[in-house]
């Protein structure tokens, strides 16, 4: 890095950063490291023993940014949890952007100086808010905003105006980061909040809490490598948000070409030489989507962002790439759509028309597949750390989780069908609308699936019966491959050890 950049730090400058909490104490060094500043001191040149003893270790520094579009309901809650910290962060920034309701008003009551003393151990903070007003960037302005106002600092701690954090999770992200500088950027274990009334919310909901489950189990199992750092709860370091802007020639560290600008940043941290990963233990708990529309925008954006960087191609400033290693997980998650999706709509459509000329037989092997299913995800459940009788019932009934399923294809067969349409929408409008209640377009799959259902009985009723019976003979021996191939991926995620971790 240039020496005459303005507020950045040069590679090679020396930091040695200890984390400032009451477990950790006011100053307190990694075991190794006196030895290390010691054999330094020896066998370097004398005109060198300078620069290590101006490496003297130091605690480090945490700017807390909150981006915040309309979170008048849930803001304060955010803030209180923040405050409430084991680790206070040194400086709290609320970022507010588009808004049109009293999340301004509520913020500032927060406004100042705030101290709390935890096991004798003095912590100051100070919040401060800023309303941007209209901001074209919408959320991605916000951050870069923050990053800004956070120059000077060693780890910027990013948080959604609707997450709450456990009381120790600062502290938690922060002893893991100062612990590993090659760390560029540490996510939390994102829950969701489960306090919901109504039939719908607490379906949906508990759909979303087992789906983030999965996520999270499958990330901690990979060596706790993470492919999102999501914006809901993570912990940057600013040197590596730094590299990336020299690597990439970016004016700031997020950047608006990508449906999901954490994904996008996270894949240049690693490219930068740093790794991503996810706390073993801190904890944050997102706000649900509780209705049919709002998760229909939230989820169509998320899988739509995900195509956009793994699939091969350069589009606009955004270019593909298939095999970087943080997206192996969602190229999994993708192919194991694809074979959710085949498997039960082949399933339909071959029962239906064994059906139609007679020609059913049941057989109680069928009866596995959903077994293993339950199985699986009742011991996700299980590996939750605040699950509630929801969370058992929702995957030992089978049904709730099946339905849920049937949604989720919905999203990707959305996603994919704007991504190949190359149409252009915008999907932070989207959701942003289906938050409000307005559009109709989480109705399009099932209108979809209707159609396709209607088409294909029809076109099987034109057929004679001996071309029926030869569809019967070929598509019943290719459901039981693809069948038996999900079963067998099933089995081994419910066999493998979760080595301690809980979600």
């Known amino acids: 890095m240039s020496e005459t950049s303005p507020g950045l730090r040069r590679a090679t400058d020396r930091q040695i950063l200890v984390p400032r909490s009451a477990k950790a104490g006011p100053l307190a060094l990694p075991p190794a490291v006196p030895q290390l500043l010691e054999l330094e001191a020896v066998e370097t040149a004398s005109g060198e023993i300078a620069a290590v003893a101006a490496a003297t270790p130091r605690n480090a520094t945490i700017s807390c940014i909150i981006p915040c579009y309309n979170e008048q309901e849930t803001i304060a809650d955010v803030l209180r949890s923040i405050l409430a910290q084991t680790r206070l962060p040194d400086v709290i920034h609320v970022i507010i952007n588009n808004t049109d309701d009293d999340t301004p008003e509520i913020a500032r009551s927060f406004e100042g100086k705030h101290t709390r003393t935890v096991k004798g151990e003095d912590f100051v903070t100070t919040v401060h808010v800023h309303d941007m007003g209209v901001n074209p960037d919408k959320k991605v302005g916000a951050l870069n905003y923050g990053y800004f106002l956070s120059r000077g600092f060693d780890y910027i701690l990013g948080v959604d105006g609707d997450t709450t954090l456990a009381r120790d999770t600062v502290e938690r992200l922060e002893l893991e980061m100062t612990d590993d500088p090659r760390i560029g950027g540490l996510s939390a274990i994102y829950s969701i909040d489960k306090n919901r009334k109504g039939l719908m919310a607490r379906f949906l909901v508990a759909g979303q809490r087992a789906q983030f489950a999965a996520f999270n189990m499958d990330n901690l199992l990979r060596g706790r490598n993470m492919a999102v750092l999501g914006g809901q709860c993570s912990l940057f370091s600013i040197r590596a948000l730094e590299t990336v802007m020299i690597r990439h020639h970016q004016q700031a560290p997020w950047v608006r070409d990508s449906e999901v600008e954490d994904s996008k940043l996270s894949l240049q941290i690693k490219d930068a030489g740093f790794s991503t990963k996810i706390s073993a233990t801190a904890r944050a708990y997102v706000g649900p989507m509780t209705n049919l529309r709002a998760l229909h925008g939230q989820q169509v954006k998320w899988n739509f962002g995900a195509i956009d960087l793994f699939w091969p191609g350069q589009r606009g400033d955004n270019k593909g790439q298939p095999l970087h290693p943080n997206l192996r997980l969602r190229w999994y998650e993708n192919v194991a759509m694809v074979f959710n ?163």
């Open 341 to 503: 999706i085949a498997s039960r709509l082949g399933f339909i459509l071959l029962l239906v028309a064994a059906l139609s000329i007679h020609a059913f037989v049941f057989n109680p092997v069928w009866l596995i597949p959903p077994a293993v299913a339950a199985l699986l995800n009742l011991r996700l459940a299980l590996a939750m750390k605040d699950k509630s009788a929801s969370d058992l019932l929702y995957a030992a009934l089978i049904v709730p989780a099946e339905l849920y399923m049937w949604i989720r294809m919905g999203h990707f067969v959305s996603a994919w069908t704007q991504f190949l349409a190359q149409t252009d929408k915008d999907n932070w409008a989207a959701q942003a609308n289906a938050e409000k209640g307005k559009g109709s377009a989480y109705v399009m799959p099932l209108v979809v699936l209707i159609a396709v259902l209607g088409g294909a009985i029809y076109a099987w009723t034109q057929q004679s019966v001996a071309v029926q019976s030869a569809i019967l003979s070929l598509g019943w021996p290719i459901l039981y491959l693809a069948t038996i191939a999900q079963t067998v991926f099933m089995l081994r995620k419910l066999v493998r050890r979760h080595r301690g971790f809980a979600v």
